[in-house]
């Protein structure tokens, strides 16, 4: 009889699951618990950001030009610190660093996962206390010896985990090792992330659509025929839908998870690929998605098929409720 129990810890969760894998040697669970105990730490700085000289931007760009807030490379360097000496990860890839990183420490030599993160997604939303959140997913090395970013660029079918964490009214734990989608909330008075959202499924029909409105001049004509079907009064097919937008991708997804939507961040002549990174938003995002029952698309394949060709590529991206992710693709 299973032994998953709701409010069970994040460390007795991962326990009872490996037990359903005799010859697993126990590495992603520990690279799992890292993930966790970092995001614990950076929650913790989120929490108090209204308090610590910590807001704010600290004046230089990253390697896609944007500003780097303060909490962004908090965040990325306890990621990268916990990885680096927890034993389990040989390197990582992160929105904030121009090239991936491969660790030469001794703990370091004999692990055989890398990790692919945005540190803290959404951080234009960090000074007006909206939710932001860590995103990531984790593939095994190819490399014997010499890690290079080859290693790194897998299609979303070759991942072995991903998901996020969400510092929002509560703090949730969101991950799937390819056997569904399971959430953690972190209850505050005992520092743990326990199970709250067991086996989670998106709904395949929905009655919510995030998109950036104020870009409509730029969007396509599936895009803008499709927003257009959204908003008609069609008893029949379910509309109008409702329209929500935070702005902070892991915000919006994690909303449209639960309730049913899409998301869509589209291509525009000035960013034909769009805006949002492959590698450690679009695909991890994705594989949640279809993990929960749901579908995503660059509107030509699913984004777990694109094949990365560079660490900071970027795509357009419609993921969410089935039902709505093929009528987007039917205008
Ligand atoms: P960031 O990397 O600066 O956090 O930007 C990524 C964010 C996503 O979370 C969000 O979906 C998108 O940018 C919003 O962009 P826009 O303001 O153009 O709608």
Request: hydrophobic share 35%; with cysteine.
């Amino acid at each position: 009889m299973s032994k998953i129990k709701v409010g069970m810890t994040l460390d007795e969760f991962i326990i009872q699951e490996e037990k359903g894998y005799p010859n697993a040697s126990g590495d992603l669970s520990k690279l799992l618990r890292d993930i966790g105990l970092a995001s614990k730490i950076i929650n913790r700085e989120v929490n108090k950001a209204g308090l610590v000289d910590i807001l704010g931007k600290i004046g230089k760009e990253n390697i896609q030009g944007e500003e780097v807030f303060k909490l962004d490379e908090f965040a990325n360097d306890t990621l990268i610190s916990f990885l680096k000496y927890g034993g389990q990860c040989a390197g990582v890839a992160s929105e904030e660093e121009d090239e991936i990183q491969v660790f030469n420490n001794e703990e370091a030599q004999n692990a055989h996962y890398l990790v692919l993160f945005d540190p803290l997604d959404g951080s234009s939303n960090i000074d007006t206390n909206a939710s932001i959140g860590t995103i990531f997913s984790i593939v095994r090395r190819l490399s014997e010896d010499t890690i290079t970013e080859k290693d790194f660029f897998r299609t979303g079918r070759e991942i072995v985990a991903a998901g996020y964490v969400l510092y929002g009214s509560s703090t949730m734990l969101v991950y799937s090792t390819g056997n569904g989608v399971n959430g953690f909330t972190l209850d505050p008075s005992i520092g743990e992330f326990c199970l709250s959202h067991y086996q989670m499924k998106t709904p395949e029909t929905a009655k919510q659509f995030s998109v950036n409105y104020g870009t409509i001049a730029h969007w396509n004509q599936r895009l803008k025929s499709f927003t257009n079907w959204c908003t008609l009064e069609n008893k029949e097919e379910g509309t109008p839908l409702t329209l929500r937008y935070i702005g902070s991708m892991v915000a919006d997804f994690h909303r449209n998870l639960l309730k049913g939507g899409i998301f869509i961040y589209p291509a525009s002549p000035k960013s034909p690929n769009g805006k949002l990174r492959l590698l450690y938003e679009c695909i991890p995002l994705a594989f949640l998605q279809e993990q929960a029952g749901g579908l995503s698309t660059n509107e030509k394949v699913s984004i777990l098929d694109i094949q990365p060709e560079a660490l900071h590529q970027r795509t357009p991206i419609a993921l969410g409720s089935k039902k709505l992710v093929e009528k987007f693709l039917s205008f």
